[in-house]
């Protein structure tokens, strides 16, 4: 067995590993690089041996450049779960619309030719992997499947069973436990190669029992001051997370109606309404809410705005008012999407808070501005931060120090080898020491 690291290797973005056993060759992931990663998105290593791609979840740092490994011949099946094969079109949308700026009608051309090649798999179902070398499962055939991740909506690990019957895992991204949307992901049995990412590898994040308390005393503060809440945020996991809290608030503290919630991303509703969709996988606090005649992510105090121009008029109205309101938009490192115009608007005015609820990658606005710098540039223009910036880390989709811990030591084999992935240098060195000491072979 072989892994090759295309990408998201000592990197957060661009996730592409390559599998190779006997004569099967699969690729897992091929996303793209962004922040100060950002390259181009051609696919710059040979494709024509490779017999599938497995996806782990629909995010863009892993799924980003599936239209040009298609472009460069790759006619092969891609498998992922049920509901990330309904984001990945989305997804793909919208970021060809961004990156390419091409037409509706090329788009789904190229979003048609994708969609053709998946197949959606259910949790925990093994299936052989394709090989070219032969139409039917041999000896030496891989075999895959995929386990809940936690971390978006149809987030999964990989399992890969090789001819030996070892299990090669690769995480994706792991979740962090006990939030209220989704399950925890659970360790899989037996992973005698564990590829893990490390995002939070040497940090853990806030609580996530405090984060809605933290939350409510921002409101609060922005309804005795005035002003705004900006609140940027992925597509996919985080604002509906932030719905789901916001509703609880709702509930639980009486806010003030009159304070509305926005969601301004044509994305992110049709991502709400996958996520409505999809209730099965939700967690049991979450089924909860539904059984009380709630509805956690579609609320009568959450407005959505859907067209440009009535984008443009909120973002005028909130500058000249300072009115309080809560807004979510994308993207979620201030990189485009409509939460630029809001920033470039509101970080002047002092009533203005702005919460950082994800991770924020070297070299993006948000980084920026989560550092505390007085100045960010915006569309070529100078932009003086005057509003009050938070950083909360209890909304991270990301597992923490103390979660990948968990899922580590809740295998109950000892893995033979744990290669660490998908983080920075710095971080994958501290986290690899800490597992070394508690006696894991470790290659970061």
Aim: charged letters at 25%; glycine letters at 6%.
């Amino acid at each position: 067995m072989e892994v090759i690291h295309h990408g998201g290797k000592n990197t957060i973005t661009g996730s592409c590993h390559e599998l190779r056993a006997g004569r099967q060759s699969i690729l897992i992931d091929c996303g793209t690089f962004q922040g100060e990663e950002a390259r181009a998105l051609d696919i710059d290593f040979p494709t024509s041996l490779i017999d599938a791609l497995l996806l782990t979840h629909s995010h863009i740092d892993h799924i980003g450049r599936i239209p040009w490994l298609i472009a460069d011949g790759f006619n092969q099946p891609i498998y992922c779960s049920k509901a990330t094969a309904e984001l990945v079109p989305l997804m793909l949308e919208d970021g060809l619309k961004i990156q390419l700026g091409l037409s509706s009608r090329e788009i789904h051309r190229i979003l048609k030719s994708i969609t053709k090649l998946i197949h959606a798999k259910s949790y925990g179902e093994w299936f052989a992997l394709p090989s070219k070398f032969s139409e039917q499962p041999q000896s030496d055939t891989l075999f895959a499947r995929f386990q809940p991740a936690g971390h978006i909506l149809g987030s999964a690990y990989i399992e890969i069973r090789l001819p030996n019957q070892e299990i090669v895992v690769f995480s994706g991204d792991l979740g962090p436990r006990n939030t209220p949307l989704l399950p925890d992901p659970q360790s899989p049995e037996r992973a005698d190669y564990l590829y893990i990412e490390s995002t939070y590898g040497n940090s853990d994040h806030e609580d996530i029992k405090t984060r809605s308390s933290r939350l409510l005393s921002i409101i609060n503060r922005s309804l005795a001051d005035g002003g705004t809440i900006l609140i940027p945020a992925f597509s996919i996991g985080r604002t509906q997370e932030l719905l789901f809290d916001i509703e609880q608030l709702i509930h639980t503290h009486q806010l003030d109606v009159k304070i509305p919630i926005i969601l301004d991303s044509p994305m992110a509703i049709r991502v709400t309404e996958s996520y409505q969709r999809f209730k099965q996988l939700w967690s049991e606090e979450a089924k909860a809410r539904l059984n009380m005649k709630r509805h956690p992510l579609a609320f009568d105090q959450c407005i959505t705005i859907e067209d440009h121009r009535s984008h443009l008029k909120l973002v005028n109205r909130l500058k000249s008012t300072g009115e309080p309101a809560i807004v979510v938009a994308a993207s979620g490192m201030c990189q485009g999407g409509r939460i630029m115009d809001y920033l470039k608007a509101l970080l002047p005015d002092e009533r203005t808070d702005v919460i950082i609820a994800g991770y924020q990658a070297e070299g993006t606005i948000g980084r920026d501005i989560q550092s505390g710098a007085s100045i960010v540039d915006i569309d070529t223009e100078e932009v003086t931060i005057n509003a009050h910036i938070h950083t909360m880390s209890g909304y991270s989709a990301h597992a923490d120090r103390s979660d990948l811990l968990n899922f580590i030591d809740g295998i109950t084999t000892k893995p033979n080898a744990i290669h660490l992935i998908h983080g920075e240098p710095r971080t994958q060195t501290l986290f690899a020491e800490t597992l070394r000491e508690k006696g894991y072979t470790v290659t970061e």
